[in-house]
């Protein structure tokens, strides 16, 4: 069995601020991870995802996650926030199971900056 | 390239009435799911269908939800006897096809906000 655990429902950050969004997984076998973002009435798209290669992945907009197997985390972070980040962000954990790959999504976290 | 598109976009029902709600996939795309995203909540799987596999429809919530995919391609889920609950936008998402479907990215539609009144 696999789920996946985002700590904070919203965040509220200033612009120009480092952003922390965590992500807590859990999974018998190595799993796939990705982070997803949905705009206000946009579709969602995807940011990063982590697939056993290099354990700091690195996405798009100055986003970027990292990978630690010993703390079952995949938090993301980025630098400095811009008011265009402000989004619904979805952690999501993939493993084979019978057969099928069904992602699990976490529950989101809304993200809000402050000018 | 033309993305994943589903409609119609909103779809206001009455208790009781059948829907079917309509996805069109990227072409070439073997994988399609099904989800469901509540107010505030989460994604919730419901189904999916892999090439010429059966789907796994593990994530159905009652018999009442049933989907099929026509040549590999274009989905319809239907919701019978619709429920005030069933209430949520409905999105698809399809991928490419893999070896490793686990790391393939899903490209996801705008969804199918339904209302049932």
């Known amino acids: 069995a696999q789920s996946v655990t985002q700590l904070d429902s919203h965040v509220s950050v200033s612009e120009g601020t480092p952003v922390l969004l965590r992500c807590n997984y859990s999974?018998?076998?190595?799993?796939?991870l990705f982070w997803y973002v949905q705009h206000p009435n946009k579709g969602l798209q995807l940011l990063l995802k982590y697939t056993s290669a290099a354990t700091l992945v690195k996405g798009i907009n100055g986003f970027e996650a990292e990978f630690k197997k010993s703390e079952t985390s995949f938090h993301l972070t980025k630098p400095s926030a811009h008011m265009s980040d402000a989004a619904e962000y979805f952690c999501v954990v993939s493993v084979l199971s019978g057969g099928s790959y069904i992602p699990t999504f976490g529950r989101g976290t809304s993200l809000i900056v402050h000018p | 390239g033309a993305g994943v598109s589903q409609s119609p976009s909103n779809k206001v029902t009455e208790k009781g009435k059948d829907v079917e709600l309509r996805c069109d996939p990227i072409s070439g795309h073997t994988a399609l799911y099904w989800y469901r995203q509540s107010l505030g909540q989460g994604l919730e799987f419901l189904i999916y269908f892999q090439g010429n596999s059966a789907p796994d429809k593990s994530g159905l919530p009652s018999d009442r939800f049933s989907a099929e995919r026509t040549g590999g391609s274009v989905s319809t889920l239907t919701i019978q006897r619709t429920q005030q609950e069933d209430s949520a936008v409905y999105l698809c998402?399809?991928?490419?096809?893999?070896?490793?479907?686990?790391?393939?990215?899903?490209?996801f539609g705008p969804g199918t906000r339904l209302t049932v009144l």
């Open positions: 999974s018998s076998y190595s799993p796939s």
């Open positions: 998402a399809s991928s490419p096809p893999g070896l490793a479907g686990s790391t393939d990215t899903q490209y």
